[in-house]
């Protein structure tokens, strides 16, 4: 059974930081790309981050580049996202997710999802 856990969400002010975390069993975690999505009330699932097999190639939204960082140790299996200079509207709920294709900013192409964080940014 494929199990996603995400954990390392909170309220923090505007400028912060958090770091994310997403431990994986289940599945050979190397042989997925992994990648961090958010849904904020009332809106969308959002793509955020992504990152290949083995680590070296990371994806970002445009809103975020600059500001986070995803990440991944293939011996703990786990993914995380660092995420600096946070602004109100990062405010959501944060997923990971685990995708056999690597780069997918599309929802629809991750087989697995963690249960969610909830990142809330006070101004």
């Known amino acids: 059974q494929v199990q996603l856990v995400d954990s390392g969400g909170g309220l923090v002010q505007a400028g912060g930081s958090l770091r994310l975390s997403c431990a994986a069993s289940g599945l050979t975690f190397s042989n997925y790309a992994m990648g961090w999505f958010r849904q904020a009330p009332g809106k969308e699932r959002e793509f955020v981050a992504a990152?290949?097999?083995?680590?070296?190639?990371?994806y970002y939204a445009n809103s975020v580049k600059g500001r986070f960082t995803i990440s991944r140790d293939n011996a703990k299996n786990t993914v995380y996202l660092q995420m600096n200079r946070l602004k109100p509207e990062d405010t959501a709920v944060y997923y990971c997710a685990a995708s056999k294709w690597t780069g997918q900013s599309s929802s629809d192409e991750y087989e697995y999802w963690g249960q969610g964080t909830q990142v809330t940014v006070s101004s």
């Open positions: 990152v290949n097999w083995g680590g070296g190639t990371t």
